[in-house]
């Protein structure tokens, strides 16, 4: 079992930043992903970003790139989700998920572990 708990969420104008927190308890794994999903009201829940844990390698969501940053601390086990130059559309509840692989999938069923979500609202 892995338990996610996400924090940093909040209200922000747009064109503001902000950054989203996950630390990551329980079973360990010797290889694994983890990724941020939102979920908008009326929406299907969308991939954003994803970090493999080793080697770091990143991956963004066309939607995100060159605003959003994903980065990691291992000594914290904790991924975090740099957010700028945020949008309206932005706004979401966003997840935290953890894949037990390497291998990237953006669909959500491919997740193993989630946190409970964190609110970001934007407002123009």
């Known amino acids: 079992q892995v338990q996610l708990v996400e924090s940093g969420g909040g209200l922000v104008q747009a064109g503001g930043s902000l950054r989203l927190s996950c630390a990551a308890s329980?079973?360990?794994?010797?290889?694994?992903?983890l990724g941020w999903f939102r979920q908008a009201p009326g929406k299907e829940r969308e991939f954003v970003a994803a970090i493999r844990w080793t080697g770091g390698r990143t991956y963004y969501a066309d939607s995100v790139k060159g605003r959003i940053t994903i980065s990691r601390d291992n000594a914290k086990n904790t991924v975090y989700l740099q957010m700028n130059s945020l949008k309206p559309e932005d706004a979401a509840v966003y997840y935290c998920?953890?894949?037990?692989?390497?291998?990237?999938?953006?669909?959500?069923?491919?997740?193993?572990?989630w946190g409970q979500g964190t609110q970001v609202t934007v407002s123009s």
């Open positions: 998920a953890f894949r037990n692989s390497e291998v990237l999938t953006t669909t959500p069923s491919g997740y193993d572990y």
């Open positions: 329980g079973r360990t794994f010797s290889s694994f992903m």
